[in-house]
Structure formats: structure tokens, C-alpha cells
């Protein structure tokens, strides 16, 4: 049984007892569980992965000295800004402001009046003040289009639709880790600890629009929409 997200594992974790006593138990949520041979918590260090967003995206832009928090208003989102909120208040030269009550016409235009040398995190966004409802990934590129300034993000899922990446909660890594933990627990028949379900995730053509030096990417990142270069292109010929 898998439960992803604050509200699934928090439902599956109540009421488990009734449907599934026996199950084998797989939470993934932004808080800590029980854990025990049957049941496993993967929780993402949010501190830590908010600490290592900010980190790229000020080395990535060294004369940033404003930084927008675009906050939704869903539990995860609060979480990340308060983090974002808590790491950039002790960055002296940094100008922190947070955009959480907007109709997203108002946010739009904020935006177009943003600075271009500015940094911006977007968190997940489902809905505006004026009751209107997006998809996160819709949401983002929207204020994408309009945005000077380079959007940095936590999710994986908003990678690919006008955001630049960062260090980010991986949904590929956590099916990869939610597959590796089942297959053990079905040879072993219990879990062991210490998965982790984050990467450093970046989009070439984000990079290449806010004129980011595609030097400041690690080796060890996952960037998507790199253009092939010639081996890739005529690997068949190569090889053959």
C-alpha cells in the first residue's frame, strides 16, 4: 500500500487498519510516520532541499539582489516558502518578498515588473483569490510566460514548462525507490531505511533564455531538452 502525498499517507495511515491490516505500508509525505519492518516513510528533507535550491540558483545568478516567493496555499507550499522564507532572511544582500494572496491577472503583472537580474521560487499553486483552480504545472507557465526573471522550483513535475529546475523532489527517483523497496520487502519481508527521492533537475532551454552558464550544472544533474550533439545524432552510423 502506497500512500503519496500529506493527504494519502495521513488517510492510509488512519484507516489502514480497517481495509488492509496486514499490508505492507509505503508512506511518502513532507512529515514522518512510524516505521517499523512493514512500513517505510520516505520523507524529503525539505530544509535541506530548500537550502540546496537556493544555493544553486544564487550561484547560477551572483547580482541577484531580489528574490519573489510565489506561494499557493496548499500545506506543502506553506512549508517550502516558510524554509525559502527562514534560509534567504539570512542572506544580508538579499531583498525577500513573498506573493501568496493574488488573483493571477495581479500576479502577472507583478511579475512583468520584476526584475530581470531578480530570482524567482515558485511553490505548487492549485487556485487564486479569485477561486479560479490550476494545475501546478499550468500555473507556473503561466507566470513563465510573462516572467524576465529566472523561476526556480521543487518539483520535478514543474521541470520542462518554463522554469530553469534545481534541486528538486524527483518523481522519477521516488517510483524508482518505491519499486526497489517493494522487490525487497518481497524477497526480505521488511524494509530497510534511507531512501532518497531528490535530484538536481535542470531545462536547457530555460538555461539558455536567462543566459545561465550551463558551467554552474553538476555532472550529476538530470537536465532535460539538451539539444543531441553529433554522436548522438549519428550514433547508428557511428557504431556501425
Do not use: C
Not at 496555499?73 to 524554509?83: M, R, Y
Not at 521560487?121 to 513563465?144: C, M, W
Not at 518481497?186 to 532518497?196: D, I, K, T
Not at 531528490?198 to 532535460?224: C, V, Y
Amino acid at each position: 500500500m502506497f500512500g503519496e502525498s500529506d493527504e494519502a499517507a495521513d488517510f492510509v495511515d488512519r484507516y489502514q487498519h480497517e481495509f488492509e491490516p496486514e499490508a505492507a505500508t509505503i508512506y511518502f509525505a513532507s512529515h514522518s510516520y512510524e516505521e517499523d519492518d512493514t512500513h517505510l516513510a520516505i520523507v524529503p528533507d525539505i530544509p535541506y532541499v530548500v537550502q540546496s535550491g537556493v544555493d544553486y540558483a544564487l550561484e547560477q545568478n551572483p547580482d541577484a539582489n531580489k528574490v519573489l516567493i510565489v506561494r499557493g496555499n496548499n500545506p506543502e507550499a506553506k512549508l517550502s516558502a516558510e524554509a525559502m522564507e527562514q534560509t534567504l532572511g539570512s542572506i544580508e544582500k538579499v531583498n525577500t518578498s513573498v506573493a501568496s494572496d493574488f488573483s493571477l491577472e495581479s500576479l502577472l503583472e507583478e511579475l512583468k515588473a520584476f526584475p530581470a537580474s531578480g530570482v524567482i521560487f515558485y511553490t505548487l499553486v492549485f487556485e487564486d483569490n479569485t477561486g479560479q483552480k490550476f494545475s501546478p504545472r499550468d500555473f507556473l507557465g503561466h507566470i513563465a510566460a510573462v516572467s524576465k526573471a529566472p523561476i526556480y522550483v521543487y518539483y520535478s513535475t514543474l521541470v520542462g514548462n518554463g522554469a530553469v529546475g534545481g534541486y528538486v523532489i524527483d518523481g522519477d527517483a521516488l517510483a524508482k525507490n518505491v519499486l526497489e523497496a517493494s522487490s525487497g520487502y518481497a524477497l526480505n519481508g521488511r524494509f530497510r531505511r534511507h531512501y532518497r527521492a531528490t535530484s538536481e533537475m535542470f531545462d536547457w532551454n530555460a538555461l539558455k533564455q536567462h543566459g545561465i552558464a550551463f558551467s554552474s550544472i553538476p555532472n550529476s544533474a538530470r537536465i532535460i531538452n539538451r539539444p543531441e550533439g553529433f554522436v548522438e545524432k549519428n550514433l547508428y552510423a557511428t557504431v556501425t
